[in-house]
């Protein structure tokens, strides 16, 4: 089976249409934009909830080195009682 694509084409397309979308996509590209112009102003609730968040990730690396370097070293020690009651709660969920 072939397709013959010489006669392939929207015959039901109204011509007004097509050029009214035409000029409808380029009306913003013809803008001209200084460059630097865009600028991001952020509240200060977002700025202390990011100050918070870099906190967080900070203390989390800060743990991470901590248990890593003592498991390296052979001295982590983990609590049986921390791990049975760990193991208990995960099975309750």
């Known amino acids: 089976m072939s397709i013959d694509r010489v006669n392939i084409g929207n015959q039901g397309i109204d011509r007004s249409q097509t050029a009214q979308t035409d000029s409808t ?3 913003g590209k013809d803008r001209q934009v200084p460059a630097g112009s865009d600028s991001v102003a952020l509240s ?6 990011n100050r918070l968040a870099n906190g967080i990730e900070q203390s989390r690396a800060q743990r991470f080195e901590e248990i890593r370097a003592a498991l390296e070293a052979g001295t982590y020690q983990v609590s049986a009682e921390d791990l ?6 995960s099975n309750l969920k």
């Open 25 to 27: 996509r380029s009306a």
């Open 44 to 49: 200060s609730k977002a700025n202390e909830l």
């Open 84 to 89: 049975a009651q760990k193991l208990i709660d």
